[in-house]
């Protein structure tokens, strides 16, 4: 069982930046596939980023060249440096673990709030 905690939602304007957390439990987070996700209400979850154990970095248009995800294999943490924010981020963001065996685990979610 792998436990991720979020953390650095939080209400901001347009155009600022704000950076998300996510810490993982156990001893095989190098090893580990990870996301972050959005959902907006009513809305499927979808990808924003992802960052392979080999750091290897995907990312959704929307977002190309505002998002940067990172790793820190020594702390467990996964970061998703968000810069430039839209009204239209505004979302519950969720952070995913992928296994080597292919389970996935999820995080609760952060809020991130972008006014004009």
């Known amino acids: 069982q792998v436990q991720l905690v979020e953390s650095g939602g939080g209400l901001l304007q347009a155009g600022g930046s704000l950076r998300l957390s996510c810490a993982a439990s156990g001893s095989s987070f190098s090893l580990y596939a990870m996301g972050w996700y959005r959902q907006a209400p009513g809305k499927q979850r979808v990808l924003v980023a992802s960052i392979t154990s080999g750091g290897t970095t995907n990312y959704a248009d929307s977002v ?12 467990n943490t996964v970061y998703l440096q968000m810069n430039s924010l839209k009204v239209e ?20 979610g952060t809020q991130v709030t972008v006014s004009s």
């Open 89 to 108: 981020d505004t979302t519950v963001y969720y952070c995913k673990a992928s296994t080597t065996t292919y389970v996935t685990y999820w995080g609760q």
């Open 64 to 75: 190309k060249g505002r998002f940067t995800i990172s790793r820190d294999n020594a702390k």
